[in-house]
C-alpha cells in the first residue's frame, strides 16, 4: 500500500507492516473492538458488546432502529454503447483465486463474458453468445461472450480479476478504493464476429 498509495496525513500504510499493527488501529477506530489490539498477546476471544438482541430494543435513545441512506451520485452520459462496468466475484472463486468455472449464483459455466440487460442487448443488436470487445481508456478485452441477465439497463457485469485491465489505476481521494463498480466501458461486435455473420448470411 506504501509503494503503491504513498503515506500521508490520511493514512500511513508503512506503519501496518504487521497483523499486531493492523489489529491496534482496528481496536482505535471501530467501537466495540478495542480488545483486538491486544488478542495476539492474550489469545483471549471477545464478543462485541450490543450485537447480541434477544428483543426487537436497539441501543438507541428511542429504543427504536435508525436507518441511513446516501444519495447516489448520478450517471454520466453514457453513449449509446457505453455501459457502466461492475466487477464481479464467481461462486466458485475465493478473492482472486479461481477455483472453478461455473458460478452457481448467475447461472454462468464460463468467466469470458459479459452479462448485460436484454434491453440494452436489443438496442445494440447482440444476441446470446454474440463475440464482441470491450474496451475503454485504460485497456481492452477481446473474445468476450454476450449473456442475458438481470441487471439493470446501462451496466454491465464481468468476472475479476480477469477484467483487471480495464480497471483504471486513479482511487477515491477519501477512501482510497479504486472504481471497481463504476468504470465507463465501450461494448462493439468483435470484427471475427460480424466476418462470421456475414459468411453466414451469404451462405
Do not use: C
Not at 459479459?114 to 475503454?136: A, S, Y
Not at 449473456?147 to 482510497?176: C, H, T, W
Amino acid at each position: 500500500g506504501s509503494r503503491v498509495l504513498g503515506d500521508d496525513n490520511l493514512f500511513n500504510w508503512s506503519q501496518l507492516k504487521n497483523h499486531e499493527s493492523i489489529r491496534k488501529l482496528i481496536s482505535k477506530i471501530i467501537p466495540g473492538f478495542k480488545s483486538i489490539g491486544s488478542i495476539g498477546k492474550t489469545k483471549k476471544e471477545f464478543h462485541i458488546p450490543g450485537r447480541i438482541l434477544h428483543s426487537p430494543i436497539f441501543p438507541t435513545d428511542s429504543g427504536k432502529a435508525k436507518f441511513f441512506y446516501h444519495m447516489i451520485p448520478e450517471s454520466s452520459q453514457l453513449k449509446t454503447n457505453e455501459f457502466q462496468l461492475l466487477s464481479v466475484r464467481s461462486e466458485g472463486q475465493f478473492n482472486t483465486v479461481v477455483y472453478e468455472e461455473e458460478d452457481l449464483y448467475r447461472g454462468q459455466n464460463q468467466r469470458n463474458v459479459i452479462l448485460m440487460n436484454r434491453n440494452d442487448m436489443k438496442k445494440l443488436n447482440f444476441v446470446k453468445d454474440e463475440n464482441v470487445v470491450i474496451k475503454n481508456e485504460v485497456g481492452r478485452l477481446d473474445n468476450i461472450l454476450v449473456k442475458p441477465f438481470d441487471v439493470k439497463e446501462g451496466a454491465v457485469l464481468m468476472y475479476y480479476p480477469e477484467v483487471n485491465s480495464l480497471i483504471s489505476q486513479r482511487v477515491d481521494p477519501l477512501s482510497r478504493t479504486p472504481g471497481f463498480k463504476s468504470m465507463i466501458v465501450s461494448v462493439a461486435k468483435s470484427f471475427s464476429s460480424s466476418s462470421q455473420l456475414k459468411i453466414e448470411e451469404a451462405a
